[in-house]
């Protein structure tokens, strides 16, 4: 049961251009929302996070958008770089219970140069 | 500096041969998981622990143990490993476990043949 689904499973875009990888959850007890990039042979670290409060979220060229009525939230990369080449989760959590992260099914993206 | 450390970052093994796969976080956090990530699942949290001697099960917990003795250390255990749980395993520590930045280990590519 996947509480995070997660869109596209692989996007390819040109040097410059900005990809755009959505996210929806259906879990209201979720209140914290973060995105993690994880290049091979790494594991996942925390790129940019937002909470339910706020609609946007800047961080350099990242950008989380939000939605909170319709339970979506996504990832803008502006002038996305070759460097930017990872596979990028979103995740929802909650403060209560496991307090654990739920994960969406990653997305790999790829910039050409 | 601030980490989370595995062994072994790789280990391929027979089936039933139990295993012990190590992680340790120098940061005094609190909260520490241990994840699986299976391609177009995401990162499945396995176990997790809230504290010294406070473990409970996450979402795919069949097949594994854990103990957490020590603030700094929460191993994994296969005690009688199958094929199904080749996987590549994340272990991962945060402050409180509440909305807090989550630090992945490196990660430990198993199979189990």
């Known amino acids: 049961q996947q509480q995070v689904k997660q869109s596209p499973q692989s996007l390819i875009v040109q040097k410059g251009g900005i990809p755009i990888i959505n996210c929806a959850y259906e879990n209201t007890a979720f209140d914290y929302f973060p995105w993690y990039q994880q290049f091979p042979g790494k594991g996942p670290a925390l790129l940019i996070a937002i909470r339910p409060d706020v609609s946007e979220k800047k961080e350099g060229r990242f950008t989380i958008s939000f939605n909170k009525s319709a339970k979506q939230f996504s990832l803008h990369i502006m002038d996305s770089q070759p460097g930017d080449s990872a596979t990028y989760f979103c995740?929802?959590?909650?403060?209560?219970?496991?307090?654990?992260?739920?994960f969406g099914s990653g997305t790999r993206l790829q910039v050409q140069p | 500096e601030a980490q989370v450390t595995q062994n072994p970052r790789y280990l391929i093994t027979v089936t039933g041969k139990k295993l012990t796969v190590t992680c340790s976080q120098n940061m005094n956090h609190e909260y520490m998981s241990w994840y699986r990530q299976d391609p177009g699942l995401g990162l499945r949290q396995i176990y997790y622990?809230?504290?010294?001697?406070?473990?409970d099960k996450g979402d795919v917990p069949e097949g594994y143990k854990v103990s957490r003795k020590e603030k700094r250390n929460f191993p994994l255990i296969l005690e009688s490993p199958s094929p199904n749980q080749t996987s590549l395993y994340f272990c991962?520590?945060?402050?409180?476990?509440?909305?807090?930045?989550?630090?992945f280990g490196q990660g430990t590519r198993l199979t189990v043949v």
């Open positions: 991962a520590s945060s402050l409180s476990g509440v909305n807090t930045e989550a630090f």
């Open positions: 995740a929802s959590h909650s403060d209560t219970g496991r307090r654990a992260l739920t």
């Open positions: 622990s809230m504290n010294v001697e406070v473990t």
